[in-house]
Nanobody
């Protein structure tokens, strides 16, 4: 069984920064694509940033230039550095990973972590 555990969320003032981490553990041979999603109250879950197994990245237009997604393959961890945070960034953030297990690739979600941007 694979688990994804997020950390680094919390309350931050507008203009501030946060770094989210998501560590995968369990029966992992390798990790393909990973991503960060978010869901604000009353809204659908949306992609914030993604990174492929080869390191290619993509970002939602709303966060381009303010967020950087990165990964540490040795630690099975993906990060999201968020800068110049705005109140509209307030949401529960979820990490996602496509995990290569013994004989299949399966998608896993973290439990979600709250990010609140408010003065």
């Amino acid at each position: 069984q694979v688990q994804l555990v997020e950390s680094g969320g919390g309350l931050v003032q507008p203009g501030g920064s946060l770094r989210l981490s998501c560590a995968a553990s369990g029966s992992i041979l390798s990790i393909n694509g990973q991503g960060w999603y978010r869901q604000a109250p009353g809204k659908e879950r949306e992609l914030v940033a993604g990174i492929t197994g080869s390191g290619n990245t993509n970002y939602a237009d709303s966060v381009k230039g303010r967020c950087i997604i990165s990964r540490d393959n040795a630690k099975n961890t993906v990060y999201l550095q968020m800068n110049s945070l705005k109140p509209e960034d307030t949401a529960v953030y979820f990490c996602y990973a496509a995990i290569v297990e013994s004989n299949r690739v399966r998608g896993y979600w973290g439990q979600g972590i709250q990010v609140t941007v408010s003065s």
